[in-house]
T-cell receptor, first 112, second 119 residues
Framework: KQEVTQIPAALSVPEGENLVLNCSFT??????LQWFRQDPGKGLTSLLL???SQREQTSGRLNASLDKSSGRSTLYIAASQPGDSATYLC???????????WGLGTSLAVNP | KAGVTQTPRYLIKTRGQQVTLSCSPI?????VSWYQQTPGQGLQFLFE???????NKGNFPGRFSGRQFSNSRSEMNVSTLELGDSALYLC??????????????????FGPGTRLTVL
């Protein structure tokens, strides 16, 4: 059974710091891994999608990597800003029914 | 273009009652998906409607049901509420049918959610 874990559950950093959020999954048979951002009262926003054949994806200050064999992904945020404060969720798409399995998220606070 | 709207935003009910949540998708979108989010279980896919037909369904009991109207607006109903139904219910819309059980989240537009509290 596929399980997705995100560590740490919460993180507080000063503005300008580079940071890494971690996501691990138990079954390497995935179609893709996705990173989302959730802002209270504003819903979810897709950040990056990495196909199983890819190693990384970049969007602006965000870089996500995927190591399928070890069941790990990292989301790297460069030069963090207070506007980056949100909960970051990762999810893997898996199985014949293309089910998306979600982690519980990492709550990030970037302090000015 | 207006985003996905959900009403009501907050709701308090007691055990045994039923509740109906509403979702208005982005204009032109034909797919509406519903998700339940709790601190312990995280996000879980409930179901997806496309052109008024339920196309995908997650692993939830029959107390959870939904429908979609001809204008793509969707409602979700939960009958005989239990304490464990307390959650944030998210709706998401997309122009396209998703690949599977919630797998279209990367191309969906999410609403702000309805916070349901069951006492």
């Amino acid at each position: 059974k596929q399980e997705v874990t995100q560590i740490p559950a919460a993180l507080s950093v000063p503005e300008g710091e580079n940071l890494v959020l971690n996501c691990s999954f138990t079954d390497s048979a995935i179609y893709n891994l996705q990173w989302f951002r959730q802002d209270p009262g504003k819903g979810l926003t897709s950040l990056l999608l990495i196909q199983s054949s890819q190693r990384e994806q970049t969007s602006g200050r965000l870089n996500a990597s995927l190591d399928k064999s070890s069941g790990r992904s990292t989301l790297y945020i460069a030069a963090s800003q207070p506007g980056d404060s949100a909960t970051y969720l990762c999810a893997v798409e898996t199985g014949n029914n293309r089910k998306l399995i979600w982690g519980l998220g990492t709550s990030l606070a970037v302090n000015p | 273009k207006a985003g996905v709207t959900q009403t009501p935003r907050y709701l308090i009910k007691t055990r045994g009652q039923q509740v109906t949540l509403s979702c208005s998708p982005i204009s032109g979108h034909r797919s509406v998906s519903w998700y339940q989010q709790t601190p312990g279980q995280g996000l879980q896919f409930l179901f997806e409607y496309f052109s008024e037909t339920q196309r995908n369904k997650g692993n939830f009991p029959g107390r959870f049901s939904g429908r979609q109207f001809s204008n793509s607006r969707s409602e979700m109903n939960v009958s005989t509420l239990e304490l464990g139904d307390s959650a944030l219910y998210l709706c998401a819309s997309s122009p396209h049918l998703s690949r599977g059980l919630g797998s279209g989240a990367d191309t969906q537009y999410f609403g702000p959610g309805t916070r349901l509290t069951v006492l």
